[in-house]
């Protein structure tokens, strides 16, 4: 096989789909088809590479887990304070628990399309 024929094999640079894998355009063509047939329907297509719901409830909830659970617990087991413990306790065992779905509350009456 000579360099020219490996050219021609290379997808071309300028085309927007070059460097995608066929899924990624199989699924671009789909999305396509039916923002065509229902303009609304692209409102409710995330874009792949854009900050999600999902990634901000767990983002959220983490942040949360750390400060209202696993600092006081960390804190309260060096001062030995009950008070601490037992709210890094219940922090720890609650925060990931309830706040994403308080997160994707906050998140439908914000964005409720997103």
Known sequence: MSPSDEDDQRPDAAHPDAGRAPVDRRFAALVGALRAADPRFARRVSEPRRLRGAHLMTL???????????????????????????????????????????????????????
Do not use: N
């Open 60 to 114: 959220v909830g983490f942040v949360a887990t750390l400060v209202l659970g696993v600092v006081p617990l960390a804190v309260g087991i060096h001062l030995q304070a009950a008070g601490l413990l037992t709210l890094g306790a219940v922090g720890t065992a609650f925060t990931p628990v309830v706040v994403p779905p308080l997160v994707g509350l906050v998140l439908g009456r914000l964005r409720p399309l997103w």
